[in-house]
């Protein structure tokens, strides 16, 4: 987390950070129309750059785009456990433990290969590859 007053080069620095780090860097961009939907459809979208395909991803959210105080609630149970509840549907869910399963069972060779243990996979995945930056 970056603290500082406005205009102290906060996003610029992070912004470095990420791009010295090799992380692909995201920042959601408020419209009129952004709502929960649109970002939960940006989350779904970092959730599957970071866990499904394993790439380094830097979130930069800042105080300017907190449209409604949802997005805290969603950010804080982001930053909390790694999952946002209701952002994805159990069919979504299942599909993505399918496309690491490969990753797992390479990984894994010990372990059971259910939709439970994948889906820790993915998350644990996710976990290690997912940055916030406030």
């Known amino acids: 987390m970056l603290v500082g007053v406005g205009g102290s080069g906060k996003q610029s620095l ?4 990420a791009y010295t780090s090799g ?12 709502n929960d939907n649109s970002l939960f459809e940006d989350l779904r979208n970092l959730y599957v750059k970071a866990g499904v395909k394993g790439e380094s991803v830097t979130f930069i959210f800042t105080d300017a785009e907190v449209k409604s105080e949802n997005f805290l609630e969603y950010m804080n149970s982001l930053l909390a456990t790694g999952e946002v509840v209701g952002l994805f549907a159990k069919d979504e869910r299942d599909a993505m433990c399918g496309e690491v399963r490969n990753d797992f069972v390479r990984d894994n060779p010990s372990m059971e290969e259910n939709l439970l243990n994948m889906f ?6 996710l976990r290690d590859n997912l940055h916030v930056c406030l």
């Open 23 to 34: 992380h692909y860097a995201f920042q959601i961009t408020i419209t009129k129309n952004y």
């Open 14 to 17: 992070a912004r470095l950070a």
């Open 120 to 125: 820790n996979y993915f998350m644990d995945r």
